[in-house]
Protein backbone atom coordinates (compact mmCIF):
# COMPACT_ATOMS: atom_id res chain seq x y z
CA UNK A 1 0.00 0.00 0.00
CA UNK A 2 1.05 3.70 -0.75
CA UNK A 3 1.03 6.57 1.07
CA UNK A 4 1.62 9.97 -0.55
CA UNK A 5 2.16 13.33 1.11
CA UNK A 6 3.00 11.92 4.10
CA UNK A 7 4.40 14.34 7.08
CA UNK A 8 6.78 11.81 7.98
CA UNK A 9 8.14 8.29 6.80
CA UNK A 10 9.64 5.66 8.67
CA UNK A 11 12.21 3.33 6.38
CA UNK A 12 15.43 1.38 7.40
CA UNK A 13 15.62 2.40 11.06
CA UNK A 14 14.81 6.12 10.21
CA UNK A 15 12.11 8.71 10.84
CA UNK A 16 12.30 11.05 7.85
CA UNK A 17 10.93 14.49 8.65
CA UNK A 18 10.44 16.89 6.17
CA UNK A 19 14.05 17.99 5.60
CA UNK A 20 15.38 15.65 7.88
CA UNK A 21 16.28 12.42 9.31
CA UNK A 22 15.99 10.88 13.26
CA UNK A 23 16.41 7.34 14.53
CA UNK A 24 13.19 5.48 14.89
CA UNK A 25 12.94 5.23 18.35
CA UNK A 26 11.76 1.91 19.01
CA UNK A 27 14.42 0.50 17.53
CA UNK A 28 16.36 2.50 20.57
CA UNK A 29 13.87 1.16 23.12
CA UNK A 30 14.50 -2.49 22.49
CA UNK A 31 18.05 -2.01 22.59
CA UNK A 32 17.91 0.06 26.29
CA UNK A 33 16.10 -3.10 27.38
CA UNK A 34 19.15 -5.47 27.03
CA UNK A 35 21.55 -5.84 29.98
CA UNK A 36 25.10 -5.33 29.42
CA UNK A 37 26.80 -8.02 26.63
CA UNK A 38 27.89 -11.21 28.37
CA UNK A 39 30.31 -12.68 25.00
CA UNK A 40 31.96 -11.03 22.54
CA UNK A 41 28.31 -12.47 20.11
CA UNK A 42 26.52 -10.48 22.14
CA UNK A 43 29.19 -7.46 21.85
CA UNK A 44 29.14 -7.59 18.26
CA UNK A 45 25.57 -7.46 17.83
CA UNK A 46 24.99 -3.96 20.06
CA UNK A 47 28.10 -2.68 18.10
CA UNK A 48 26.86 -3.53 14.76
CA UNK A 49 23.42 -1.82 15.99
CA UNK A 50 24.87 1.25 16.72
CA UNK A 51 27.47 1.50 14.03
CA UNK A 52 24.41 2.01 12.28
CA UNK A 53 23.36 5.14 13.65
CA UNK A 54 27.07 6.60 14.17
CA UNK A 55 26.26 8.95 11.82
CA UNK A 56 23.69 11.19 14.19
CA UNK A 57 26.47 10.18 17.39
CA UNK A 58 29.38 12.83 18.33
CA UNK A 59 32.31 11.62 18.95
CA UNK A 60 31.49 7.90 17.96
CA UNK A 61 34.63 6.23 17.66
CA UNK A 62 36.04 7.61 20.50
CA UNK A 63 33.34 6.25 22.83
CA UNK A 64 33.72 2.84 20.87
CA UNK A 65 37.21 2.23 20.79
CA UNK A 66 37.71 0.70 24.45
CA UNK A 67 34.99 -1.68 23.28
CA UNK A 68 35.88 -2.66 20.10
CA UNK A 69 39.86 -3.71 21.77
CA UNK A 70 37.77 -6.60 23.69
CA UNK A 71 38.45 -8.24 19.96
CA UNK A 72 41.95 -8.28 19.99
CA UNK A 73 43.36 -11.86 20.66
CA UNK A 74 45.62 -10.46 23.20
CA UNK A 75 42.74 -9.28 25.52
CA UNK A 76 40.22 -11.19 27.21
CA UNK A 77 36.22 -11.07 26.69
CA UNK A 78 35.64 -8.85 29.98
CA UNK A 79 33.17 -6.18 31.13
CA UNK A 80 35.40 -3.85 33.07
CA UNK A 81 34.17 -0.67 34.59
CA UNK A 82 35.57 1.75 31.91
CA UNK A 83 34.14 -1.10 29.18
CA UNK A 84 30.59 -1.12 30.70
CA UNK A 85 30.42 3.04 31.39
CA UNK A 86 31.68 3.39 27.14
CA UNK A 87 28.47 0.55 26.88
CA UNK A 88 26.20 2.47 28.57
CA UNK A 89 27.53 5.64 26.83
CA UNK A 90 26.46 4.44 23.83
CA UNK A 91 22.99 3.36 25.09
CA UNK A 92 22.33 7.13 26.83
CA UNK A 93 23.58 9.00 23.17
CA UNK A 94 21.28 6.33 20.95
CA UNK A 95 18.57 7.90 23.07
CA UNK A 96 20.00 11.58 22.92
CA UNK A 97 20.81 11.00 18.85
CA UNK A 98 21.09 14.07 17.02
CA UNK A 99 18.56 14.70 14.10
CA UNK A 100 20.21 14.88 11.16
CA UNK A 101 19.20 17.68 8.63
CA UNK A 102 19.72 17.75 5.05
CA UNK A 103 22.27 20.65 3.01
CA UNK A 104 20.77 23.55 1.62
CA UNK A 105 24.21 24.45 -0.58
CA UNK A 106 23.13 27.99 -0.75
CA UNK A 107 24.24 28.43 2.61
CA UNK A 108 27.85 28.35 3.58
CA UNK A 109 28.92 25.18 6.06
CA UNK A 110 31.00 24.85 9.28
CA UNK A 111 33.68 21.60 9.16
CA UNK A 112 34.39 20.83 12.96
CA UNK A 113 37.25 18.71 13.26
CA UNK A 114 38.65 17.11 16.71
CA UNK A 115 41.54 14.74 16.68
CA UNK A 116 41.88 13.17 19.91
CA UNK A 117 46.10 11.35 20.32
CA UNK A 118 45.36 7.53 20.94
CA UNK A 119 41.70 7.80 20.85
CA UNK A 120 40.25 8.62 17.21
CA UNK A 121 39.18 11.32 15.01
CA UNK A 122 36.24 12.98 14.29
CA UNK A 123 34.30 15.68 12.38
CA UNK A 124 30.80 17.39 12.10
CA UNK A 125 29.65 19.14 9.41
CA UNK A 126 27.34 22.09 10.26
CA UNK A 127 25.17 24.35 7.38
CA UNK A 128 25.24 28.39 8.60
CA UNK A 129 21.30 28.96 9.37
CA UNK A 130 19.50 32.17 9.68
CA UNK A 131 15.67 31.59 11.39
CA UNK A 132 13.74 34.61 12.21
CA UNK A 133 16.87 36.52 11.64
CA UNK A 134 18.83 34.43 14.04
CA UNK A 135 22.07 32.24 13.38
CA UNK A 136 20.93 28.90 14.24
CA UNK A 137 23.19 25.39 13.47
CA UNK A 138 21.96 22.10 12.52
CA UNK A 139 23.93 18.87 12.33
CA UNK A 140 24.26 17.65 8.42
CA UNK A 141 26.80 14.85 9.37
CA UNK A 142 28.82 13.27 12.09
CA UNK A 143 31.76 11.48 10.86
CA UNK A 144 34.30 9.81 13.18
CA UNK A 145 37.10 6.38 13.02
CA UNK A 146 39.45 4.73 15.33
CA UNK A 147 43.69 5.62 14.31
CA UNK A 148 45.19 3.36 12.73
CA UNK A 149 48.10 1.66 14.02
CA UNK A 150 50.75 3.81 12.39
CA UNK A 151 48.65 6.97 13.23
CA UNK A 152 49.13 6.62 16.69
CA UNK A 153 52.66 7.44 16.22
CA UNK A 154 52.28 10.45 14.64
CA UNK A 155 52.37 14.21 16.68
CA UNK A 156 49.70 17.12 17.20
CA UNK A 157 50.06 18.21 13.77
CA UNK A 158 50.04 15.35 11.52
CA UNK A 159 47.15 13.78 13.78
CA UNK A 160 44.98 16.82 12.88
CA UNK A 161 45.66 16.66 9.16
CA UNK A 162 44.88 13.29 9.12
CA UNK A 163 41.54 14.37 10.60
CA UNK A 164 41.51 17.25 8.09
CA UNK A 165 42.07 14.56 5.44
CA UNK A 166 39.37 12.36 6.08
CA UNK A 167 36.64 15.11 6.69
CA UNK A 168 37.26 16.32 3.38
Known amino acids: MCNFCQQ ?11 LSLAIEQNKVAAVLQKPVPKNIKEMLSFLGFATYY ?3 IKRFSHTTSIL ?3 FSK ?15 RIKHQLTQAYVLILPDFELPFKLYIDAACSQGLGEALHPRQIVDGEPREGVICYISRQLKDSEDRYGATKTELSCLVLAL
Open 8 to 18: ELLALGHKGLG
Open 54 to 56: RSH
Open 68 to 70: YKI
Open 74 to 88: AVFFEITKERRDAYE
